[in-house]
């Protein structure tokens, strides 16, 4: 009912920027955070960064001050702006979102499939 889709991943060498964005659509009436967790090989799954309406931004310590994540309110979209990318970045880059919405209305959470994102050495 609520569908979250992700684009933006691929291969980057160290240093360098991606751009990850996820668009929410289906029943939904509003948006409470939006956000990005990342899953790295063999480890567990984990806060990148999230904005949450009312609250602000949540960053993990090892993203601050090179992770910007962003919200479009209007087209229900988040972006993810990575800079300075390093090879521990490395992950699957999950979108997140927590919505009320659906039929009947009720707070969901809702991940998006994952995009992969690998930064070479």
């Known amino acids: 009912q609520v569908q979250l889709v992700e684009s933006g991943g691929g291969l980057v060498q160290a240093g360098g920027s991606l751009r990850l964005s996820c668009t929410a659509s289906g029943n939904i009436f509003s948006i409470n955070a939006m956000g990005w967790y990342r899953q790295a090989p063999g480890k567990q799954r984990e806060l990148a960064a999230v904005i949450s309406s009312g609250v602000g931004t949540n960053y993990a310590d090892s993203v601050k001050g090179r992770f910007t994540v962003s919200r479009d309110t209007a087209k229900n979209m988040v972006y993810l702006q990575m800079n300075s990318l390093k090879p521990e970045d490395t992950a699957v880059y999950y979108c997140?979102?927590?919505?009320?919405?659906?039929?009947?209305?009720?707070?969901?959470?809702?991940w998006g499939q994952g995009t992969l994102v690998t930064v070479s050495s």
């Open positions: 997140y979102a927590h919505v009320l919405g659906g039929s009947p209305n009720r707070y969901l959470e809702v």
